[in-house]
């Protein structure tokens, strides 16, 4: 399982790392959510590696 949390801004994204966000159930800064380790998963983390904080939990 992924703890992923959302610690940037969605502003000055490109409209598919914002579509991608919102498949990973992320809205707002401080948001969490608890996903699946598939690597669907972990490719959708990869391209927005850099607005995110995970941890394996």
């Known amino acids: 399982m992924f703890k992923v949390k959302l610690v940037k801004s969605l ?3 490109t409209p598919a790392q ?3 966000l919102a498949a990973l159930g992320l ?3 401080r948001q969490e959510n608890t996903l699946k ?3 669907a998963v972990a ?3 990869e ?4 607005l995110v904080e995970v ?3």
């Open 18 to 20: 914002r579509r991608t």
């Open 43 to 45: 490719g959708m983390i």
């Open 27 to 29: 809205k707002r800064i």
């Open 55 to 57: 941890s394996k939990s």
């Open 11 to 13: 502003i000055g994204c």
């Open 37 to 39: 380790d598939t690597p």
């Open 47 to 50: 391209n927005v590696k850099h």
